[in-house]
């Protein structure tokens, strides 16, 4: 309804994925294809190719951005990495929350809220991630879910500081298992989300808001997911380690 008001963002995650030298021949190929995208594309890298992916996509539409980072400003914290720190270095973006941070490394609703805290005050954009795992979906538990994880970590987030929150839906069944949730299934947790920052905020927040899809989303299926009226984008795993497979998402996410 509202999707004008949008701009689209595709933005990969490349997970624990890439050398230098791997990460600057990627983003090489990459500048090229997606150098006249109608939507914003940006890409998560690990905290070793933040350097290489910020000076070589240095003129280009591509933005950089952080798989993770802490709450807190620096201190006694062994092997973690501050938003500060991300900030200082010219990244404009950071994922935060993502499932597999949940499922491997303990991260809970509120730790993701702190982050958030922590990446704002910091002047970065949230890739916020929020999705169901496969028996929460079976037990029919997963709205009440992913409002729940929604409104924890938007907790003690400002109406202004939402120019700067982008919510990414991953249902985590669907995740690098190639099995991808339907558009419709798709459409209708980017709704409930939508619905739930209009009751946290207002209806003009919600609809200013972009929700990415993530999950399996590839050349084949980005075009029906990305026409759903509630899909603004899609945060994108695997086939964001090629270029030729995320240009194609990017292409279909301008059009
Ligand atoms: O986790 C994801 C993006 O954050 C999705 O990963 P895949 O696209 O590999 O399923």
Redesign the pocket.
């Known amino acids: 309804m509202n999707k004008a008001l949008r701009k689209a963002v595709i933005a990969g995650?490349w997970k624990m994925n890439k050398n230098r030298q791997e990460a600057a021949t990627l983003i090489g190929e990459l500048k090229e294809k997606v150098a006249g995208a109608g939507c914003d594309v940006v890409i998560c890298v690990p905290y070793t190719n933040l350097e290489t992916a910020l000076s070589n996509t240095n003129g280009s539409n591509i933005k950089v951005g952080a798989e993770n980072c802490h709450w807190a400003k620096s201190g006694a914290f062994t092997g973690e990495v501050s938003a500060d720190m991300l900030a200082e270095m010219g990244v404009q973006y950071v994922?935060i929350g993502?499932?597999?941070r949940r499922q491997y490394f303990g991260e809970t609703d509120v730790t993701v809220q702190q982050r958030v805290r922590a990446a704002l005050d910091a002047g970065l954009t949230v890739i916020l991630?929020v999705g169901e795992m496969l028996e929460q979906r079976e037990q029919g538990v997963t709205s009440e879910l992913v409002a729940m994880q929604t409104k924890i970590a938007l907790g003690g987030v400002s109406e202004e500081e939402m120019a700067r929150i982008i919510i990414?839906y991953?249902p985590v069944w669907?995740?690098?298992?190639g099995r991808t949730a339907t558009a419709e299934q798709a459409n209708e947790v980017c709704k409930l989300i939508r619905d739930t920052i209009a009751s946290l905020y207002s209806q003009k927040v919600a609809d200013a808001t972009t929700i990415q899809y993530?999950?399996?989303?590839n050349a084949g299926n980005a075009a029906d997911l990305l026409a759903q009226p509630d899909v603004d984008g899609g945060?994108?795993?695997?086939?964001s380690l090629k270029a030729p497979d995320f240009a194609a998402i990017v292409e279909a996410a301008s059009k």
Do not use: F, P, W
């Open positions: 995650n994922i993502h499932s597999e991630c990414a991953e669907a995740i690098g298992t993530g999950g399996s989303m945060l994108i795993g695997g086939a």
